[in-house]
Each structure stands twice: as C-alpha cells, then as structure tokens.
C-alpha cells in the first residue's frame, strides 16, 4: 500500500494544503485520474469541496472526480483516492452507505496509493474512535477502512482554552485506550503527517508527535523517525 | 416530570459538585434512596465513581446506589436518579446493555426526579450527538432518554487553544445543525444548569448560555429565562 495521512489540512501559514503538494507530489507519480471523496463536508457542497480542493492541488496537474458524482462500483476508474476533511461521523456514513468504505479499501489494498486529511485520516484507521468530531449522525458501525494497525488522533494537541474543566486531548486518548486497551494511538499534531505503506508508517513535519499506549507513558516522534520505533516499550 | 441538568461536576472553585448541592437539595426533597448511575466513568472505578459522589453529597444525606451493583428490574426501588459525567458512548453503551435505557426513562417519565451533570445531561437528550465526548466505544445507536426535546452541548465554550486551527464549538453546532435542521442546542457554559418539567425547562449559573438553531443567530440565555423563551425566532 501506499499511505499519507495529514493531521489537517491547513497549513501553518494559514494556506489551504500548501504543506500537502510535495509528498502528494511524491505519492502521485505520474497518475492523474484522481478520485475525491467530499462526504465529511458538512456546511459547503460537495461540488465546491471537490473544486475547491482541486484548486489548491492545481500545481499537480490532478483530475479530480468527486465520489459524490459516480458509483463506488467505478472505482477502478481512478488511480489515485484522496479523503478530504470534515466530519468523520459523516464520512463514514456515507461512505458506507454508498458501497465505498469497501471498494476504497480494495482497491488501496490492490495498490492504489490512498492520501486523506483529518477525517480522512482517521477514516484509514482500524475504527474513527479517535476522532475529535462531533457525533452529528450515526455511521452504521464504528469501523473504518482498517487500511493501518493503529489508530490517529488528528489536529493532536494537549491544549484547553484557558479555564476549561472538561478533558485535556491526553486524558480523552487514556480512557479510549482503557475501553481499548490493545490499541495504539498516534497524536498527530497540525502540519504533520504520516507516510508508509501500512505495515511500516513514518512521522514526518515540524512538530513533535505522541504514541500513546495503554499504562504506558506517551512517546515522542520527530521527523522521520519510524511509528513502531518510537512505540517500542517506553524504558522508563 | 423533574429534571435537572448540570454542564458539568466541578465547581468555579474547583470543588467537586458543591455548586450542584443546593439545587439537588431542592429536587430531592425528602427522597433519599437514591440510583447512581456510574457508566461514564472510565478511569476510575465505579465503585469508587460512586463513593466519591455520595461523599460530595454527604449533606444531604442520600442513600447511594451504584447501578453497576443492582439489575434494572430494580428500577422502582430508587425514588432518585443521578447520572454522573465522563464517557457518554460508554454511558450510553452500558446502560442499553443493561437494560437501565428503557427503565429509567420508564421511571423519569412516571415522576422520579433526574439529575445528570455532563454525559448525564446528555443522557437526557434525544440523542448523544451533541456529546464532545470521544467515541471510544460503539453505543449500539445515538438514541438516548429523550427526556426533553432539544439537545445540550455540556462543557460549551467558543474558545479554542491558541493557534489551533480545529473547528470552534460553534462550528461543530453549526454542522449538527446542517445534518439536523429540526433540532434545537442548548449551549451550557460550565457552573450552569437548566431545570423543569422537560416540557418547560429554566436556565440557571453564572455565565450566559446559547441556543442554536439552523439558519438562526444563538439567542443568549440569562440566569432565570426559559429555554423556549430565548428560542424564539430571533427578530434581527
């Protein structure tokens, strides 16, 4: 497989994916047909994502097709999928709903190089249960595409708006991993991403990352260092 | 029925529930034997979820059941029902599990007096969706006890930690909305609460709260209005 998986989708200069082109750059090659799955888009169209996305990746010369306008039965039509951000509860409600949870993961499998940002990141991990979306419907099932063996927290941060009482990011991940407690988590801080082939998944961009464990102490990631590397058991 | 709702267990001060005793006083009245309702607890245990809440409570003199420690059937013993905060897919997921869905809401709706604070607030609700809890677990269907007819989003804030660029509280609102048009959110700042009959539900605490409807401004709520009052069509 071939994986790259964005924490969000702005960059820290407040552009819209100018921090995706290159290793977009690098995973497209020299495909083109482009499938584009709008469904976590809640409050603009899908028809204006789609463009809208397709105009910031302008530089790649990318065709883009919106999953909204054909049959998930059409998907070995593209060769190379891209799962944009939004909602995660939507997206894979939709997904599912319309035969592409299935057919995406096929044809990733079959080798289709597989991009998503935010919730679509999310929407490769084994389930979306480390989400930071809001449950704005019911997904039929909290499964995902499965496409890696652990779990992504995007948009990482440990931060509270000053004086808030309610649960730090860190404390949310602990109690996912207490219902949870063979799962790994990776905290995906904004601006970073990751890029590997499924089995093996590399940290890269400018902030440090977390792998959380359950009755571990988190781990840290810096560029370029491997996942299973930094998740190795903490000495301490 | 008697209903109230809490954003959240901590106090101003930081003091466990005590901005929660008088207004719980005046619910209880003379009832003492009380059903505490624990499954949002994740990282502590039930029975010390439960014990710590009986000790906050200690001047009122209730008699503390956990729900873990009793089957649903035994609903009609308990002339009081609390539901503490955490977890709300794990709440939501344990008492469908357990039978306590259908029971409470049988017993609530009969005249046993219900408070909630946090995911017992949402509890409340027609469904979790409006929840910011993570989804850790599958709860087996967003429905919830539907005790009033419009959603609470607990803890509600519009900050965010500096520099992040995830979506503030209203946007994610905003996209319930989108999904949802028909319904109505309550914003509960935390130290307030509402109270009522579920029909005719009051605000109460310290800090302004919103109602948010589709396509409509928030309409702030002060310390004594009524939720139907604020959620008049806003006239600008």
Chains 1, 2 share one sequence.
């Not at 509270?160 to 790994?184: M, S």
């Amino acid at each position: 497989m071939h994986l790259l998986l964005f924490s969000n989708s702005r960059s820290p200069d407040g552009s819209y994916l100018t921090h995706a082109r290159e290793p977009l750059r690098a995973l497209a090659g020299e495909r083109r047909k482009t499938l584009f799955v709008p469904f976590a888009g809640v409050t603009t169209s899908w028809d204006d994502y789609t463009a809208n996305v397709g105009k910031s990746l302008a530089p790649l010369g990318l065709e883009l097709t919106g999953a909204h306008t054909v049959d998930a039965g059409a998907a070995d039509r593209y060769d190379l999928i891209l799962v944009g951000g939004g909602n995660t509860f939507q997206l894979v409600a939709e997904c599912r709903r319309r035969g592409w949870l299935q057919a995406i993961a096929q044809r990733v499998r079959a080798g289709t190089p597989y991009s998503g940002w935010s919730a679509g990141a999310n929407l490769a991990c084994p389930t979306l249960c480390t989400t930071n979306d809001m449950p704005i419907v019911d997904p039929g099932g909290f499964d995902a595409l499965g496409l890696i063996g652990f779990q992504i927290n995007p948009h990482y941060t440990n931060a509270l708006p000053a004086g808030h009482q309610g649960e730090t990011r860190n404390d949310r991940i602990a109690e996912f991993l207490v219902a949870n407690p063979a799962a790994t988590v990776v905290g995906l801080p904004e601006g970073d991403w990751l890029a590997g082939d499924g089995k093996r998944m590399t940290f890269h961009g400018p902030h440090a990352g977390y792998v959380f464990r359950h009755g571990q102490a988190p781990v840290e990631l810096r560029d370029g260092m491997a996942v299973d590397q930094a998740a190795l058991p903490n000495p301490r």
